[in-house]
């Protein structure tokens, strides 16, 4: 819910006036220190990864008096990004091994049991029809004997195969292409706001069951936002009066 407060002050910060800018910067802290008191290291980085993108956004805005100026800039700018994920990987895996932090994380099940799973039932095309999303760490469960792992891609693997993967890929590139070519044309301040609340979704689809998932609230809002503008969009392009 921190995280959906955070996208839709984005939303509306260029239109709001000061004194409301003031009030949803608090609003924004309060939020901030919410997420970081978590110890969620997924919604810490989605945080991370949400300053990021307002960040890049916002540079892509300044402008340079010459060409050489702007190119000295965009090449600072992606060292530093490269230099800090360096930097935090090199910090984390000092202490651990990859194959320790996926042990430790649980997701070794996925190479151990799950997709033996799927291979030895032929049942990667369409899937086991349901796998659980909500049992986490329980071990082996249902009638597949299969093993939770905290991950949307890996439950949508699960439970519709290759073919539901396809499908529900299908679904959200239409999205991803609606914002780039309908919600850009018309707000791009907007589609910036949409691009990244998609962006940490995508992104919280890693750590947690939770992309198109209706559990949790972000996965509601972070979807229904941009298909609403695409659709407020398309029907002004079509001469249909519509209100965002």
């Known amino acids: 819910m921190a995280l959906c407060v955070l996208a839709c002050s984005l939303l509306l910060w260029d239109k709001s006036r000061r004194l409301k800018k003031a009030w949803m910067l608090a609003v924004d802290l309060v939020m901030a220190v919410l997420i970081l008191s978590t110890g969620s290291r997924a919604q810490v980085v989605a945080l991370g990864i949400m300053a990021a ?38 910090n984390y895996f000092q202490h ?23 291979l030895r039932e032929n049942k990667l095309w369409l899937g086991l029809v349901y796998a659980s999303a909500g049992r986490f760490g329980e071990g082996r469960i249902g009638l597949y004997q299969v093993y939770y792992v905290d991950n949307y891609y890996v439950y949508l693997l699960m439970s519709s195969g290759i073919l539901g993967c396809a499908i529900q890929l299908a679904a959200i590139f239409l999205v991803v292409q609606g914002i780039r ?62 209100e965002t």
């Not at 320790?100 to 099940?109: E, F, P, W, Y």
């Not at 962006?199 to 972000?218: D, E, Q, T």
């Not at 609403?228 to 392009?237: D, L, R, S």
């Open 53 to 90: 993108l307002v960040a890049f956004y916002q540079t892509r805005r300044l402008r340079f008096r010459t060409r050489k100026q702007k190119k000295l800039f965009e090449f600072g700018k992606w060292a530093v990004i490269f230099g800090m994920i360096a930097l935090a990987g090199a």
């Open 96 to 118: 651990t091994s990859l194959e320790q932090a996926l042990v430790n994380s649980n997701r070794m099940g996925l190479f151990s049991i799950n997709l033996p799973v799927l």
């Open 181 to 242: 070519t309908t919600v850009w044309k018309h707000n791009r301040q907007a589609a910036e706001c949409l691009t990244v609340m998609l962006v940490i979704n995508l992104f919280m689809g890693l750590f947690f069951c939770a992309v198109i998932y209706p559990n949790y609230i972000h996965c509601t809002l972070f979807w229904a936002l941009p298909m609403m503008y695409i659709y407020a969009y398309k029907k002004e392009e079509k001469g249909i009066s519509c």
